[in-house]
């Protein structure tokens, strides 16, 4: 009877153990670009000495070098560099930047401190002008308000030049070009034929009703799927879309099986697909 219990122990810890040990599944980035856009900072409606010094520090920066040395550091094997924020306080020069921290590598934290192209611009900006830097993180859907109602004097988060956020900001001259992409499991074939947008939107349409995607909140990837007046995007009738508060979220839940694909700009793909990877 001793060696029936041994035996059945064994025989669970091996099952365990295997299944302990099981590969977590791969995903893989698209590389075609479903939209090009251009990434800008924003000022409240209306503050033009703030812009004009914004837009001032990014034609030197561009000039000098100095912002091919912050890209080098997330885009070309460089070392990131920490930007701590300051406490708000009214009784000093500070500049208050609005962000939304999930967006790596634009903006991003780890140990407590804020990195990424946007807050290591932002920290440089700040020292321009002989102002603190206040960074306050808070859900991107809330960014563009945060800076429109005064509460906060830059939104610096991989911000998309949009009519409707212009109604409520001024933006900066563009300092990026971005694109969306979509992110699947490796062994996925779906989009293996194509080789333009054309086909992948072919091959969107084409796809089951019902398919789930999963996108950031009230970003360009989400309202390209369900539609935008505004940009001129359609949308797709057959997809159902959930929102995630950020991008490695929505990612989990594909490798977890819960939705199909996941779209999102294409530095932040890279970035996670090689996290999710290992």
């Known amino acids: 009877m001793k060696k029936i219990i041994c035996a059945i122990l064994l025989v669970a810890t091996l099952l365990s153990f295997c299944s302990c040990g099981q590969a977590q599944k791969k995903v893989k980035v698209i590389d075609i670009a479903l939209t090009v856009e251009d990434y800008a900072f924003a000022v409240k409606k209306g503050n033009a000495e703030l812009l004009g010094q914004l837009n001032d520090f990014l034609a030197e920066i561009q000039k000098n070098g100095e912002f091919k040395k912050v890209l080098d550091k997330y885009f070309a094997g460089g070392t990131p560099e920490a930007v701590t924020s300051a406490t708000k306080d009214e009784s000093k020069k500070q500049i208050v930047v609005a962000t939304n921290a999930a967006f790596k590598p634009f903006e991003y934290t780890e140990g407590g401190k ?82 333009t947008v054309e086909d992948m939107e072919a091959a969107l349409k084409a796809l089951p009703e019902g398919t789930k995607f999963g996108a950031q909140a009230g970003t360009t990837g989400y309202l390209y799927i369900t539609g935008d007046e505004d940009w001129g995007f359609e949308g797709y009738k057959n997809i159902s879309i959930a929102a995630y508060d950020n991008g490695s979220m929505a990612v989990q839940d594909l490798i977890n099986g819960n939705i199909k694909y996941v779209i999102i700009d294409d530095a932040p793909a890279s970035n996670i697909v090689k996290s999710f990877n290992g």
Do not use: H, W
């Open 114 to 195: 804020f990195y990424g192209v946007d807050m290591e611009i932002m920290s440089m900006f700040a020292k321009s002008i002989d102002a603190e830097l206040v960074i306050d993180d808070m859900q991107f859907e809330s960014v563009c308000t945060a800076v429109g109602n005064g509460n906060c004097d830059i939104a610096a988060s991989g911000l998309t030049i949009k009519p409707d956020r212009e109604e409520i900001l001024d933006f900066s001259t563009s300092y990026y070009n971005a694109a969306q992409k979509i992110i699947c499991l490796e062994d996925d074939t779906t989009f293996a034929e194509c080789k």
